[in-house]
């Protein structure tokens, strides 16, 4: 692999950070709902060990993006004449609560993710060993 690759996972808001600090504390009956995810769902676990696989063990560049409810945005907003790139937030952490915490565009996340993708490597240093959270603006809902 090329001294230059990096990885880019995608996760979901649900997903801790592996380091137990980075992140807000889940209330109780979130910490419930994420339990009984990872008995029905194996793939959240699947998405947390890789989270704690990069966290631990990868020293090459990495980051994992963290949307939140995931949105279908109408033709027109992704390919017509007035597109809004970039018309997303950027956290550090998910929104304290599994439910209500915000909701993200699918093609808001793929070009979040070709950013990081073909950043130079300077500029990529903002999201190295992260795991920024993606959000529509508070004020917009798709």
Sequence with gaps: MP???RYILMGSDGIAHPDGVTDPKRK????FILRLMRWL?????DNE???KHLYESVKKDWCIIRPGDLTDKDEAEIYGENVVTDDYEIKDHPASSLFGGGSTARS???RFMVKLATMDTKEFQTYNHKMPVIYNPADKKV
């Design 3 to 5: 001294s230059d690759s």
């Design 28 to 31: 109780g009956f979130d910490k």
């Design 41 to 45: 769902l194996p793939p959240l676990v």
């Design 49 to 51: 060990l890789s989270a």
């Design 108 to 110: 808001d996340v793929a």
